[in-house]
């Protein structure tokens, strides 16, 4: 039986997933930033039939109230973003700050921090939102967006700390500290520069969970209330409709998968780019 | 657990302690003590809910007395510490209390959730591995041809897809155009309606497979590439051994390791995926319970829920940890910081 031991995966050129990548990613950003001035129709407006099937006039349809599917999906691009930049920029502050001080705390600090990080991951993402949302009386954007967040913050805090921790013992660090530089001043010139790329991929990878996380606490009911298109919540509303109008309940299910799918491409793509020993392969 | 630990020896002699047995008793205390850590997290948590608990027991334009006679009741009259030490004494006896709402015993009414949720976990984690570790290995074995390629590409939507968006496409192919499987629901008599349940959980498990298994399969062809490419395989190829049998011999025990603790992950959230699964499918079980109690302010129930399945998972972790331990005997000296 003839057959190679180790061959290596046919994986396509970086660039190209790179691409794939940007314009997926690209494309959401393009259509986020175009329902800030312009939509095709009154958001909330009935403008058509209820449950149109898609047409000319309504590229996708009406949902069962007669409101423009295509324009409620392109304000899904832009909470989608919305959520995902703030989850990732809330969890990376709070993540990075504790992640660092926790690499610089004493040995015991330092360890009752990991076990209670290694704790709060054991804590599912979705539970924690759910639990934040139900703790702000009124469901916002805002209540998912701050629970998402803070779910997120404690995966990002133990990979800093590991990652800092790694630099730490370097023999530039040393040299830093003989030569007097205060600790703020080594994190912010020798810390953070060397553990951004590694974490850069992370936050994109992130920001692909958080979308979905947010589409399933909209889907559940938990996330932000009607005049915010969620995609999760248009596929919640769709299911009950979905023998007269299946499209209803596959394009935001399309936009949400083709966006996540952008960022993990995007992520890749940077992360062979960034990281040398992957480049070879 | 019996330590070797004879009279006669003032001192055990460490060496004597089989290490897997040393990990295994330092690796349970550390379970508790997560348990514990995991239980002031939730009395935390809980506590940061807005409002006095006791405004649940009671409707709008309450009297003083009223509220009062009901934070007596809850016991949020109480000082932290006091209510804290209750509220650990409670769970270490596993008493979670009684429902606001229904005023049924909280352990019992997931006991009874625990009859939908359980079984779709396991029917969901053994299609998973039953898809992804042949696929994974083929994947990884065959990468160079098109069918490896094609693979690894389909198993990326595992991490891109949410999976009630696979249940709801399901339910419109199997439920609504093929009318073959029903949409839905569980059978008021739950498993004693044995052929109605076993239907009904069919389309659930069959989502959570998927996307669980397309997951777990990036892992499994990550792990059969490393084997592929180690040393010892090849040295075993060299001695004459043939691929299967080198493989099988050699690559399965040391593949497995780094899958067994995705298992373990994966497992867990399986497990917490089912909240999500059981609304596409209306499905009474653990899920629907948590959200319920969320609606309706009601505490034990949300507190009962986060915490069985808090220690679930806690619980699997640890079984993982242990599992990999008997497999990779390297390991056994080591705690890892993640244990």
């Known amino acids: 039986m003839s057959t190679t031991i180790a061959s290596a995966p046919a994986r396509p050129p970086r660039s190209l997933i790179l691409w794939a990548g940007l314009i997926l990613v690209g494309l959401h950003v393009a259509t986020g930033l175009l329902s800030l001035v312009w939509l095709p129709y009154e958001p909330t407006g009935m403008v058509g039939m209820r449950l149109e099937g898609p047409s000319l006039v309504h590229w996708i349809g009406t949902d069962r109230l007669g409101r423009d599917l295509f324009t409620q999906l392109m304000i899904g691009s832009r909470i989608a973003l919305v959520v995902g930049i703030g989850a990732v920029a809330i969890g990376a502050a709070i993540g990075v700050t504790l992640g660092i001080l926790a690499a610089f705390a004493s040995k015991w600090l330092d360890d009752a921090l990991a076990a209670t990080l290694d704790i709060l991951i054991a804590f599912p993402t979705l539970l924690i939102a759910m639990l934040v949302v139900a703790a702000s009386d009124t469901a916002s954007l805002w209540s998912a967006i701050v629970a998402l967040g803070i779910a997120l913050s404690a995966i990002v805090a133990r990979l800093t700390r590991i990652l800092a921790k790694r630099v730490l013992v370097m023999d530039y660090i040393t040299a830093a500290r003989t030569s007097g530089s205060s600790w703020p001043k080594i994190v912010a010139i020798h810390i953070l520069p060397n553990i951004w790329p590694t974490l850069s991929v992370n936050f994109a990878l992130q920001f692909g969970l958080a979308v979905i996380a947010e589409a399933s606490l909209s889907y559940l009911g938990l996330g932000a209330p009607p005049p915010n298109a969620s995609w999760g919540r248009m596929l919640q509303e769709a299911q009950g409709t979905v023998y007269t109008a299946p499209l209803g309940a596959i394009a935001p299910g399309l936009a949400l998968v083709s966006l996540a799918i952008g960022v993990n491409l995007l992520a890749d793509g940077l992360r062979d780019s960034i990281d040398p020993t992957r480049r070879a392969r | ?339």
């Open chain 2, 1 to 339: 657990m019996a330590l070797p630990f004879r009279p006669g020896y003032s001192v055990p002699d460490k060496a004597r302690i089989p290490p897997i047995l040393a990990y295994t008793i330092r690796r349970t205390l550390i379970l508790i003590a997560s348990l514990f850590i995991a239980a002031v997290v939730l009395f935390v948590l809980l506590r940061l809910l807005p409002g006095d608990p006791a405004n649940a027991l009671l409707g709008v334009g309450a009297t003083e007395q009223q509220i009062a006679a009901a934070r007596a009741q809850v016991g949020s009259d109480q000082p932290l510490y006091v209510q804290f030490a209750a509220f650990i004494g409670n769970l270490a006896r596993l008493d979670l209390g009684t429902s606001f709402v229904s005023r049924a015993s909280v352990l019992t009414e997931i006991g009874n959730r625990m009859a939908v949720t359980l079984p779709l976990t396991l029917f969901g984690f053994v299609l998973a591995v039953l898809l992804a570790l042949p696929l994974g290995i083929l994947a990884a074995v065959r990468s160079d041809k098109w069918y490896g390629t094609a693979i690894s590409v389909v198993s990326q939507l595992g991490i891109a897809i949410p999976v009630f968006w696979v249940g709801i496409l399901l339910v419109t192919l199997f439920a609504i155009n093929l009318r073959w499987l029903p949409s839905g629901g569980f059978p008021l008599r739950g498993w004693r309606n044995f052929g109605e349940a076993a239907t009904g959980m069919i389309l659930p498990s069959l989502t959570i497979g998927l996307v669980m298994g397309a997951s777990l399969l990036r892992y499994v062809r990550a792990a059969t590439l490393d084997v592929l490419g180690s040393d010892y395989l090849r040295t075993a190829r060299a001695l004459g051994a043939s691929f299967p049998e080198a493989l099988v011999r050699h690559g399965l025990r040391n593949g497995s390791v780094p899958v067994i603790s995705i298992l373990g992950i994966e497992l867990a959230s399986t497990f917490l995926g089912a909240v999500v699964i059981e609304r596409v499918f209306s499905l009474p079980g653990l899920g629907s319970m948590l959200l319920l109690a969320i609606q309706q302010r009601d505490y034990p129930n949300v507190q009962g829920v986060l915490f069985v399945s808090t220690l679930l998972v806690l619980i699997i972790g640890f079984a993982a940890d242990i599992a990999q331990r008997f497999i990779d005997p390297r390991l056994r000296g080591r705690v890892s910081a993640a244990a």
